[in-house]
């Protein structure tokens, strides 16, 4: 398995320029609690590689603490899909950076 540990100032910067989609993982009760804005929530307990979009945009992954997005990048690749990536940190490291979120 490829994969590519980011850093919260790399998704920032990947965000901020649209180029990708962050998907968080975490289940929907974490994800209302606190997400970073402009991710896309799809549960790692209910996940599919099917469900993620489709329209050339770079796909990364995100859960609390880095775990999670592992297995999601594990299924992705095994589906065949190229991605590859995830914010190492999760959400933890996002909010010990001092990036913002939404509640």
């Not at 320029?17 to 609690?33: F, Q």
């Not at 603490?65 to 959400?91: M, Y």
Request: hydrophobic share 50%; aromatic share 6%; with cysteine.
């Amino acid at each position: 398995m490829s994969v590519r540990h980011l850093t919260p100032a790399e998704v920032q910067a990947a965000l901020d320029s649209g180029a990708i989609h962050l998907i968080d993982v975490r289940e929907v009760y974490e994800y209302e609690r606190v997400r970073v804005a402009g991710s896309l929530n799809l549960p790692l307990s209910t996940f599919h590689p099917a469900e993620l979009p489709q329209d050339g945009k770079e796909i990364i992954f995100m859960c609390a603490g880095g775990v999670r997005s592992l297995r999601a990048i594990e299924a992705a690749q095994a589906f065949g899909l190229t991605a590859d990536a995830h914010l190492a940190p999760g959400i933890n490291g996002w909010i010990a950076a001092g990036l913002p979120v939404e509640a």
